[in-house]
């Protein structure tokens, strides 16, 4: 199924939030060797904010002398997955990912990170797997997280049914949690449920700053559900707001279509 916009969700660099980065690299003359895990971490942690900075090519010569001095560091394969993710080498962010999780099979972030590497690259079985083995680690915090990812493989790969069960046990765990709930809106609408599309959108309304797939699914609820003027409404606030978006160029060839 063709979606205007993909809800995946996952943030590249929350699995190192706790990393314990040394102030500073030194070499220590009672042993008479540099403390090569240090050494890597600094490196690591340098890479990172390099890569924020889009400064890709200095990333990557960080994170690659990270790999050679700690080449066991769950850590430094994972950001060097994401790195060659960023730069469209898909081969080796498969291999850094791979390892990562291998080094590290129990860090649910790492899973679910290379589960929406996997699917965005259409392994979708594999990565939904992925995305459902990190959902169902209790020392997991975000389940959610990884079942909106599951849902959003499932859905790619036209398992309407299995997306919508995925999504509504992210909505079990955490009521609130808007990202599936503009989803279920959307999946709502495309079974003409407009009344329980509307629902949904309604609450990710009251949660979430309003976006142009918010609005462009407003427009189509509406018109679904013949409030022709309520549709107008989200019409004229998505060609305002959101002028060169993917969802106003839909709109755009819509009213095209309907002049």
């Given at each position: 199924?063709?979606?205007?916009?993909?809800?995946?969700?996952?943030?590249?660099?929350?699995?190192?939030?706790?990393?314990?980065?040394?102030?500073?690299?030194?070499?220590?003359?009672?042993?008479?060797?540099?403390?090569?895990?240090?050494?890597?971490?600094?490196?690591?942690?340098?890479?990172?904010?390099?890569?924020?900075?889009?400064?890709?090519?200095?990333?990557?010569?960080?994170?690659?002398?990270?790999?050679?001095?700690?080449?066991?560091?769950?850590?430094?394969?994972?950001?060097?997955?994401?790195?060659?993710?960023?730069?469209?080498?898909?081969?080796?962010?498969?291999?850094?990912?791979?390892?990562?999780?291998?080094?590290?099979?129990?860090?649910?972030?790492?899973?679910?990170?290379?589960?929406?590497?996997?699917?965005?690259?259409?392994?979708?079985?594999?990565?939904?797997?992925?995305?459902?083995?990190?959902?169902?680690?209790?020392?997991?915090?975000?389940?959610?997280?990884?079942?909106?990812?599951?849902?959003?493989?499932?859905?790619?790969?036209?398992?309407?049914?299995?997306?919508?069960?995925?999504?509504?046990?992210?909505?079990?765990?955490?009521?609130?949690?808007?990202?599936a709930l503009l989803q279920m809106s959307e999946l709502e609408l495309k079974g003409a449920n407009y009344l329980s599309a509307r629902g949904f959108l309604e609450r990710y309304q009251q949660l979430a700053p309003t976006t142009a797939a918010s609005l462009w699914l407003g427009?189509?609820?509406?018109?679904?559900?013949?409030?022709?003027?309520?549709?107008?409404?989200?019409?004229?606030?998505?060609?305002?707001?959101?002028?060169?978006?993917?969802?106003?160029?839909?709109?755009?060839?819509?009213?095209?279509?309907?002049?």
């Open positions: 199924m063709k979606r205007l916009s993909m809800t995946w969700l996952w943030y590249c660099f929350l699995p190192i939030a706790f990393l314990s980065l040394p102030a500073c690299v030194t070499t220590s003359e009672q042993f008479g060797k540099k403390d090569d895990v240090a050494a890597a971490s600094f490196n690591l942690q340098l890479g990172i904010n390099l890569m924020r900075q889009n400064n890709l090519s200095e990333a990557k010569a960080k994170i690659d002398k990270a790999l050679q001095q700690d080449p066991k560091s769950a850590d430094a394969h994972f950001i060097a997955g994401v790195l060659y993710d960023r730069i469209n080498e898909n081969s080796k962010a498969d291999d850094f990912y791979a390892k990562a999780v291998s080094l590290n099979p129990k860090n649910s972030e790492y899973v679910n990170g290379y589960a929406v590497f996997l699917c965005r690259k259409g392994h979708r079985e594999k990565g939904e797997k992925m995305a459902l083995k990190a959902a169902e680690d209790p020392l997991y915090k975000t389940p959610e997280l990884a079942l909106l990812n599951a849902g959003n493989c499932a859905l790619d790969d036209g398992r309407i049914s299995k997306a919508e069960e995925y999504l509504r046990r992210a909505l079990k765990i955490q009521p609130n949690f808007s990202p427009v189509r609820i509406e018109r679904g559900l013949g409030n022709m003027n309520v549709a107008e409404n989200y019409a004229r606030r998505l060609k305002a707001e959101f002028a060169t978006s993917d969802e106003t160029k839909a709109l755009l060839e819509l009213e095209r279509k309907h002049s």
